[in-house]
């Protein structure tokens, strides 16, 4: 049972500056490198010097990105509060949620948010395989991984979740492909995208299997770079440089036997339950007073093309196993009723963690997204198949 | 069964103080998993305590290796070195009839013969002098 809330977060805290590095293929740049460009870009976004960031709270530090004390030392921050996770994807709703509770308890007054990954250039971690760290975790890799049986890699772990979804609910690989295919042509009106060459459903289909039934297409980039946001007060962002974007809603990442990495309760996979899983209203909804059909746009994390499909469920946007078709037709695109991940995601525009997509929600907010620009965007969510939320509004 | 083989060349699991009684188990060919004696429950990964009840009255309770193909993945890309040869190579995660999952390869089946629900047994594969591998194959209804 939800604890009654001794603080309302809504609207307390907002987004100031959100600012990235380059993003590309073997950079040969350190990841120190890339975060002290994106932490310069989000200062300069918020009209906020250094000497006023006085907090910092990272996300993927070693072995692939840059570590928080790293970045403070390296880059001569003088930090009262500092905190990092892990080096998971899952944590940047996360982050952002310390962060604002972290202001709103008046142990910090400008939060720096921020990865920066090098998977490609200098680092080449073991993303599967023999060096693979998650592989040799006790009691099983958080994907799934069981290395002696072969089972290695976060992307075996999603493959194992799409072929239960496409056995349990009847969907199809090429249904999928309406995830990467949205999300390309997208990144094709992004000038700071990776991949902006057209991708069909076909071209989809045709693609090599890396991991069966999930094909080189419903896999996300490999890639150098780094995405920050400045977390204020609501009351100082409105007196800093930018339109303050307003953390409206938040809601926390779960852990449990009920919950793999990338489906909700109830799927079926590892040790889940099978049972029927009804999102009902999510509490993000509730702190935010706002409803699904509000939104302008949806963001989730989509390191593969299967977990957007996991996310719309999980939060309610179509029930168990209707999400092939709630994809179909360009409702998920711009120009439709619900545009998702209008960056490109992490399978065309970059794979920044999901802090590219933080950076893109603000830009959306404010008006700054030219060519793909959101009418009068005025309200997006955050909504991860993890089951964490962050609501967005100007 | 077969000889295990001295030059094995796949990833060997690594066994702790929790697993240690599983892998024992399997070489001496029994598959065996944690069982509550406070309230029945029978689970994986193995745990210091029962992770319905907390009770640490546990005993290592043999199960009859049996289950269904629940979920399955195909691997085309190369991870491990010792798996080249074998691309593309399965990894099957089976529902054991007790309730536990355990991910596995399935041996003695084609590809694309592998259906959800697919019933199966346990083959023990002595893949080296200290470990046994828990592996499935079809079975009929």
Redesign the interface.
């Known amino acids: 049972m939800a604890a009654s809330p001794m603080l309302n977060m809504k609207d307390r805290t907002a987004i100031a500056g959100a600012g990235s590095s380059v993003y590309g293929r073997r950079l040969m740049r350190s990841p120190i490198d890339l975060a002290a460009d994106a932490l310069a870009a989000a200062l300069d976004d918020a009209g906020l010097g250094r000497a006023e960031l006085d907090g910092l709270v990272v996300s993927f530090g070693t072995p692939i990105g840059a570590d928080g004390d790293t970045i403070a030392q390296v880059l001569g921050l003088k930090l009262r509060a500092f905190n990092q996770t892990w080096a998971h994807g899952r944590f940047t709703a996360s982050c952002i949620q310390w962060a604002a509770l972290m202001v709103a308890a008046g142990m910090a007054s400008a939060v720096a948010c921020m990865a920066s990954v090098s998977f490609s250039g200098l680092r080449k971690p073991a993303m599967?395989?023999?060096g693979d760290a998650e592989?040799?975790r006790?009691?099983?890799g958080s994907h799934?991984q069981?290395?002696?049986?072969?089972?290695?890699?976060p992307g075996?772990g999603a493959?194992?979740?799409a072929?239960?979804y496409f056995?349990r609910y009847g969907a199809t690989a090429r249904d999928l492909a309406a995830i990467p295919v949205a999300f390309r042509k997208h990144a094709a009106l992004n000038p700071g995208a990776m991949m902006r060459e057209p991708m069909s459903i076909d071209d989809h289909q045709r693609s090599?299997?890396?991991?069966?039934?999930l094909r080189l297409l419903d896999y996300c980039l490999i890639n150098d770079g780094a995405a920050c946001v400045i977390v204020t007060s609501a009351e100082r962002a409105r007196d800093l440089k930018k339109p303050p974007v307003y953390i409206g809603g938040m809601q926390p990442l779960p852990a449990g036997?009920e919950e793999f990495i990338w489906a909700y309760p109830g799927f079926?996979?590892?040790?889940q339950a099978v049972a029927d899983y009804d999102a009902g209203l999510q509490p993000v909804y509730k702190m935010a007073e706002v409803a699904p059909k509000d939104l302008d746009a949806l963001f989730s994390y989509d390191a593969f093309s299967i977990l957007p499909w996991i996310a719309l469920e999980r939060f309610g946007f179509c029930k168990p196993g209707e999400a092939a078709g709630f994809t179909a037709g360009g409702r998920i695109e711009l120009g439709g009723a619900l545009p998702m991940n209008t960056n490109g995601g992490l399978l065309s525009e970059g794979h920044i963690m999901a802090w590219n997509h933080q950076v893109e929600i603000v830009r959306q907010l404010r008006g700054e997204c030219g060519a793909r620009q959101i009418k009068d965007a005025a309200l997006i969510q955050w909504a991860n198949c993890y089951g964490d939320s962050l609501i967005y509004h100007r | 069964m077969k000889m295990a083989n001295p030059n094995y060349s796949?990833?060997?699991?690594?066994i702790?103080e929790?697993?240690r009684p599983y892998w024992d188990g399997l070489k001496n060919h029994r598959l065996r998993l944690q069982q509550c004696a406070a309230c029945a429950t029978i689970?994986?990964?193995?745990?210091p305590l029962c992770?319905r009840c907390w009770s640490r009255e546990i005993v290592w309770t043999d199960l009859s290796g049996r289950g269904r193909v629940?979920?399955?993945?195909?691997?085309?890309?190369s991870?491990?070195?010792g798996?080249e040869g074998e691309l593309?190579?399965n990894?099957a995660?089976v529902e054991l009839d007790e309730g536990?999952?355990l991910?596995?390869?399935l041996v003695g089946v084609d590809h694309a013969a592998i259906r959800?629900g697919m019933r199966v047994e346990i083959v023990f594969d002595e893949v080296t002098e200290a470990?046994t591998?828990a592996k499935f194959r079809p079975i009929a209804e």
Not at chain 1, 146 to 153: F, R, V
Not at chain 1, 208 to 213: D, K, N, S
Not at chain 2, 70 to 77: A, E, K, R, Y
């Open positions: 599967g395989g023999a592989g040799a006790e009691a099983g799934g069981d290395p002696a049986y072969g089972m290695t890699s075996a493959a194992l979740v072929r239960r056995e090599r299997f890396i991991c069966e039934p036997r079926g996979v590892l040790q | 796949k990833p060997l699991p690594a702790s929790l697993n689970w994986s990964p193995p745990a992770p629940n979920s399955w993945v195909i691997f085309h890309q991870y491990f070195r798996f593309p190579y990894v995660e536990p999952r991910l596995t390869n959800a470990i591998l």
